[in-house]
């Protein structure tokens, strides 16, 4: 069966499982049975109660981690170590500290074997893209939470990924720099239609970025249910979440995460 | 409630004074406070040694083990004007930097480059971690016979006891750096492209940096020791060998002097690499001064 790639979803997983067999033997089950398969182009959020597996999930897509049992394949074709169509940006500061905010907004095309003159024009280009050209020579530190982000999006952009993995990206802003980012990352993403998988446990987020909501049962994950999100783009983050059909979205979402959330709660605090 | 303040010397500001006044009132504080430190560590300096001094000129102590201040001011100045008894004081000091120096670069190299080695290789560092732990658990003192009996009483013996004991220190601290890099980073580094040859330079070399620089203070000194206990189990000339004679002769001033040019020789080195690492630390968080 030949298929023709430029028609093949961007990320399919297909029963996908993952182990974690800790040193003593034992063995934790992460994702059971998982399928998920995203189109090209399309935005699919997903949430989840905190330790579901979520960030399990994208660490498959990327090939920093192989599947126990399933496939994950990725345009057509199958995982083969990490793929130089994905980009990730991280929950946490993933910059590097000991360089200035071009030098790392400038490590990928670097990485990829690019010129120091070429990768420093279009690095200059993608900071000018996030609003930073004026704190291309400070260090991370230098600079607040939310202009760190917007350097980790310039450093992944830059690379022009198709497949575009976030994990929590925003979770660690505070509110009004979290609807400044989201804006920000919609139009970067408007301008080029990356595939993208967007982890958050922030359900408002989810549906106020996607066309498509995943929700994960409590650990082991499966996908429990997929919303299909029909707001019009280009959406507007910070006054959509004002309007009824968005509440309404929300609302119905929460019902089914609810007993997940409920769950893992109940879980945890039993484990304690 | 009170309202205490948190700092009595803190200046209190009447509305609308000046950013520039604030920080000029500030930066004056900082100034006193500074000199304060440097006079209080004067004052100490002065009274520990007046008091010796004092001691040993009024018999509280024996000067013939306890020596004086001044004694060995006499002893260093004897020595560089007219060398000691094994030829010129700067020969002998030389003799020991560059044994302790050899020691040092090459024993702090080969502990970067096999600390970071092993830590990037879970397979080799399993299999070695027995025997860096047994050797690691010998004194690196008690090699120095052996050393001596081997590579005899020139230059080879103390470069290569310097080196076992800067070795060590440096290969634990590069390993615990590279073992304590940002998993974050590193898989973010892949995933931009990198190969892992470029991983291992651009993350976990210049995080593993600050550990490396940590040790890289220690092991000067340690270097030192090297070099000096080498010299006191057989040697021809150097600091240890000064030191040695000085005790055959009952000759506590020339005992001290001798350790009052390794402390300063130390001290100097320490410096150098506080430097050094400054330069290129310049992306770390400077340390800011609460205006409080
Ligand atoms: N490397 C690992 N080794 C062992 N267990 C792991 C590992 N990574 C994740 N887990 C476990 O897998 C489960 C899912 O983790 P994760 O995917 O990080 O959750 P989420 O991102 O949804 O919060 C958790 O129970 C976690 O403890
Ligand atoms: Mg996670």
């Given at each position: 069966m030949q298929q023709n790639p430029s028609q093949a979803p961007a990320i399919e997983l297909i029963n996908v499982s993952r182990r974690f067999v800790s040193p003593t033997g034992k063995s934790l089950t992460a994702l059971r049975d998982f399928n998920m398969t995203v189109e090209p182009g399309e935005f699919v959020a997903v949430v989840g109660p905190?330790?579901?597996?979520k960030s399990t999930t994208l660490n498959l897509v990327t090939g920093l981690a192989k599947p126990s049992a399933g496939e994950v394949r990725l345009m057509g074709g199958p995982v083969n170590?990490?793929?130089?169509r994905v980009g990730f940006v991280f929950q946490t500061d993933a910059l590097?500290?000991?360089?200035?905010v071009i030098d790392n907004v400038m490590a990928g095309p670097l990485f990829r074997g690019k010129s120091a003159a070429e990768a420093q024009r279009t690095a200059k280009d993608w900071l000018a893209r996030v609003g930073l050209s004026r704190f291309e020579?400070?260090?991370?530190?230098?600079?607040s939470g939310g202009m760190r982000k917007r350097v980790s999006l310039a450093q992944t952009f830059i690379n022009e990924p198709e497949i575009l993995l976030m994990d929590e990206?925003?979770?660690?802003?505070?509110v009004q720099t979290r609807t400044v980012m989201h804006e920000e990352l919609l139009r970067l993403w408007a301008e080029r239609k990356a595939s993208v998988v967007f982890v958050t446990h922030d359900l408002e987020e989810a549906v106020a970025l996607a066309d498509k909501v995943y929700v994960l049962t409590a650990?082991?994950?499966?996908?429990k249910s997929v919303y299909p999100i029909d707001l019009p783009r280009p959406r507007v983050v910070a006054d959509i979440r004002y309007e009824p059909r968005f509440i309404e979205y929300c609302r119905t979402i929460w019902e089914d995460l609810r007993d997940e959330v409920e769950t893992s709660y109940r879980r945890a605090s039993q484990a304690a | 409630m009170t309202d205490t303040?948190?700092?009595?010397t803190a200046p209190i500001f009447r509305a609308g004074t000046s950013d520039a006044e604030i920080e000029a009132a500030a930066f004056k504080v900082i100034q006193r406070r500074k000199r304060a430190v440097f006079f209080w560590q004067i004052v100490i300096l002065v009274g520990i040694l007046g008091i010796w001094e004092l001691a040993s000129n009024q018999l509280w102590i024996d000067p013939f083990f306890y020596s004086s201040p001044s004694g060995i001011i006499a002893r260093l100045y004897e020595w560089i004007t007219e060398g000691t008894a094994e030829g010129s004081l700067w020969f002998n000091l030389w003799v020991t930097m560059e044994e302790a120096l050899i020691g040092f670069v090459t024993g702090s190299v080969a502990g970067v480059l096999v600390g970071i080695g092993l830590g990037r290789n879970q397979f080799l560092s399993d299999i070695f971690s027995v025997y860096i732990k047994a050797i690691n658990s010998?004194?690196?003192?008690?090699l120095a016979p052996i050393f001596i009996m081997i590579m005899?009483?020139?230059?080879a013996s103390k470069v290569a006891l310097a080196f076992i004991m800067v070795f060590f220190v440096v290969f634990a601290n590069a390993f615990q750096g590279v073992r304590e890099a940002d998993r974050n980073m590193i898989a973010n580094a892949r995933i931009l492209g990198a190969s892992n040859w470029q991983v291992t330079r651009t993350v976990i070399v210049p995080s593993a940096m600050s550990w490396i620089f940590a040790s890289l203070h220690v092991s000067f000194g340690f270097a030192i020791i090297g070099a000096i206990v080498g010299e006191f189990v057989g040697?021809?000339?150097g600091i240890g060998q000064l030191i040695s004679i000085a005790k055959g002769t009952f000759d506590a001033a020339g005992m001290y002097a001798a350790i009052i040019l390794v402390m300063i020789v130390t001290l100097i080195a320490e410096v150098i690499m506080t430097l050094i690492e400054n330069r290129l630390a310049k992306w770390r968080p400077q340390q800011q001064n609460d205006m409080q």
């Open positions: 905190t330790g579901c597996g170590g990490i793929d130089p590097f500290p000991w360089r200035n020579q400070h260090y991370p530190h230098q600079l990206p925003f979770s660690a802003l505070d650990g082991p994950a499966t996908v | 303040p948190l700092d009595s010998i004194p690196r003192v008690v005899g009483l020139g230059l040697a021809r000339f």
